[in-house]
């Protein structure tokens, strides 16, 4: 269940040797769950960071570049200046479900960040409904969205937020159904499986045309999902403040701020896991040391990141009926029968295997 | 089957986009169009079509080529300039002429829309780009065009 690095092995008896067998599993849960809000932390700000530097530089602008060496600690400076604010809020807001959004955003994201294979021995939580753990949890933080813009009390912050309810809801089934027919080629929902399946050949490869389809639509519900641009009528500027968010200040802000961050890279890390071969070396070339694993996890992550960041900076944003049409008259359709093409070349043993 | 051809075209389209972004964003290290502005005080070179202020251009003999025709005046949504002329004779062709004695631009009340400029019939008037504007006393801000002295380009009608 834990990890089984040698280093986790080294702590697991020091904490063993402090106290009795019964509490230990405890405090090693503790601590792998504090490193797991370390890295959460650290993700997001880089992320933000990142975000930052390549819009600047879609944009030709130099982006951030005063706080720290090329601007490094400027999200840093900023998460400093949202914990210093004063947490505001409106009058009348249903004050328990207004405190308690943020919340749901940010465990669900969290939850979701545990169960990744980051290499061969890190993983927290080797669940074996592994996909459908990360389907049902990112889902999970609509939930979320829909409190914070309905006790906010802003008629902004609703419409934010029952948008959001909307697109999230019908983008799922794409995300879902798109995951689907790559479970038809691993036979497996257990994440480490699905890449041990990969060792003859990323799926992307293996499974070739539906493959690449079904990439393609994760690609964009997954982008939708994760409330971006285009598909960012969630929170678009310029029609709505801030969206769902609009009344949120301070640190409140800053989780639903994180949270989207996360959850983009939630839905690229499931891709590098599904598609790419997760932690796996391109043709194996680094197999005899394990550790590069998170290394080329977190490159072909960061890459579909870029992607996402590209779509961002390039596409208008989409209306709400146009965004409807494309997911139930084209993104449907075109997964269905993308399945059973797909269902097709696994029965004819189609697939390309090294 | 327009349905299949929507398809092929909405990917093409979008690949045509990302396709521009991605060259922008290759080149970003040379073009980068951010200026760093109080660092690069010295050297930095303001573009052809900036707004700063609106000036007259005078030649090394002085004269200036408005003819005191007042369309920048009429123009001007904010009554940011006015212009007081006279009669004169012209001493050439001994005939009265229109002759302007200031051409006063209000700096404080322009709104750098250029129709000023626009309008002028002889192109007497231009945009210079100066923009450290800011002065302590509002009185600096109303300025005369013409320089003392100057008078109107032979020619220019
Ligand atoms: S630029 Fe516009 S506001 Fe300024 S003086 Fe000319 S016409 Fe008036
Ligand atoms: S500046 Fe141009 S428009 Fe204005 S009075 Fe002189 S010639 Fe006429």
Known sequence: ?????????????????????????????????????????????????????????????????????????QTIADALKLLSKELTGTDKADKFLYNLAPYFLIISSLMALAVFPFSENLQAFDINIGIFFLIAISSIGVIGVLLGGWSSNNKF?????????????????????SLLTMILLTGSLQLSEIIEVQKSGWLIVQGHIPAVIAFMI????????????????????????????????GMKFAYFFLAEFINMFIIAAIGTTV???????????????????????????????????WFR??????????????????????????IVLMAIIVWLNFTIQF | MSYFSDIYHGIQTLLTGMGV???????????????????????????????????????????????????CEIACPNGSIEIIWDRQVDPETGKKKKMIDKHIYHFGMCTQCGLCVDACPSDAIKWAPNFENAVYDR????RVLNKPGSKVRAGVE
């Not at chain 1, 040797?17 to 019964?22: D, I, K, R, Y």
């Not at chain 1, 641009?229 to 609009?246: K, N, Q, Y």
């Open chain 2, 139 to 142: 009185s600096q801000l109303t």
């Open chain 1, 157 to 177: 912050a609703l419409i934010g937020a029952m948008r959001s309810g909307v697109q999230t809801i019908s983008y799922e089934l794409s995300v879902g159904l």
């Open chain 2, 21 to 71: 972004t991605g060259k922008y964003f290759l080149n970003s290290r040379k073009g980068a169009i951010t200026q760093q502005y109080p660092d690069n005080r010295d050297t930095l070179k303001m573009f052809e079509r900036f707004r700063g202020e609106v000036v007259m251009p005078h030649d090394e003999n002085n004269e200036h080529s408005c003819t005191g025709c007042q369309k």
């Open chain 1, 313 to 338: 900076w390039t596409f208008p944003r989409l209306r709400v009926d146009q965004l409807l049409t494309l997911e139930w008259k084209y993104l449907l359709p075109i997964n269905l029968f993308n």
């Open chain 1, 218 to 249: 994760y690609m964009i519900s997954g982008t939708a999902e994760t409330n971006r641009a285009p598909f960012d009528m969630v929170e678009a500027e310029s029609e709505l403040g801030a969206g769902f968010h609009t009344e949120y200040s």
């Open chain 1, 1 to 73: 269940m834990y990890s089984s690095l040698i280093i986790t092995n080294n702590i697991h008896s020091w904490v063993l040797s402090l106290m009795p067998a019964a509490v230990t599993g405890i405090t090693e849960m503790m601590m792998i769950a504090m490193i797991y809000l370390t890295v959460f932390a650290v993700l997001g700000l880089f992320l933000v960071l990142m975000e930052r530097k390549v819009a600047a530089w879609f944009q030709l602008r130099i982006g951030p570049n005063r706080v720290g060496f090329f601007g490094m600690f």
């Open chain 1, 275 to 309: 598609f790419f071969g997760g932690w796996l070396s391109p043709f194996g070339i680094t197999e005899s040391i394990p550790w590069l694993g998170v290394f080329w996890f977190l490159l072909k992550a960061f890459a579909l990141v870029f992607l996402m960041m």
